[in-house]
């Protein structure tokens, strides 16, 4: 069965340093999303992405966010300065369809850690 | 509006007992609602959805109930295992976006 997959599964990294963290979504999807969850809490939306443009975005998705689509498979989220508060775990989810009436498939997660 | 979530965030429960998980959500305009599992360590699992034009839809061993009058939507769990022990969210999506809004979680916990 398909599968969203992200690497790393885990990244320490020093307070305003930049991250990448990396998802391959599934082959034929063609709506991708980023959110997180801090430890404990719910899962927040971060970002949609179709069609090599941003769709939809949460406050939370400030400038210190940006994503890209940078080849047919990988589809990336980069902090550029990261804070404490960025500490989280980062998932990736992508569907077939944007119409929001179909199941959006999630990775395993990338824990952000942020010292 | 912002998203009520669910009252209990801990659910424990006997192994073969039915549960039942529910969550209340503020926006009527939302359309679409989804279950999902998180086991520790992983992302959000797909288990069930429903409609907003449905009010009951049946899965294997789970059932989600819409109530849309009180804005409520309930997870049944039968015979419930231990390898459902994981905390449950439900989602949804509001009329013409894509984007999910979670709710808080209930975390089942399924004793042998």
């Known amino acids: 069965e398909p599968e969203v997959t992200q690497t790393p599964s885990h990244q320490v990294t020093q307070m305003g340093q930049e991250v990448i963290l990396r998802c391959v979504p599934i082959s034929n999807h063609l709506y991708f999303y980023w959110y997180r969850q801090i430890l404990g809490q719910k899962v927040e939306f971060l970002v949609s992405f179709y069609n090599n443009e941003i769709s939809e975005k949460s406050e939370i998705f400030d400038d210190q966010f940006s994503v890209e689509r940078p080849d047919g498979s990988n589809f990336t989220l980069k902090i550029r300065s990261t804070k404490l508060e960025d500490s989280a775990m980062y998932f990736c989810?992508?569907?077939?369809?944007?119409?929001?009436?179909?199941?959006?498939?999630f990775g395993p997660g990338t824990r952000l850690t942020v010292t | 509006g912002e998203s009520v979530g669910l009252h209990l965030p801990t659910l424990s429960v006997q192994e073969g007992d039915n549960s039942i998980i529910n969550c209340a959500y503020s926006?009527?305009?939302?359309?679409?609602f989804i279950w999902y599992k998180q086991e520790s360590g992983k992302g959000p699992q797909f288990i069930i959805d429903?409609?907003?034009?449905?009010d009951k839809r049946q899965g294997q061993r789970v059932t989600v109930l819409l109530n849309k009058t009180v804005k409520h939507l309930s997870l049944q769990i039968a015979a419930t295992q231990p390898g459902d022990s994981a905390v449950y969210f439900c989602a949804w999506i509001h009329s013409g976006y894509s984007t999910l809004t979670f709710g808080k979680g209930t975390m089942l916990l399924v004793s042998p």
């Open positions: 989810a992508s569907t077939r369809t944007g119409n929001g009436l179909y199941e959006q498939y």
């Open positions: 429903i409609r907003s034009n449905m």
């Open positions: 926006n009527s305009a939302s359309d679409y």
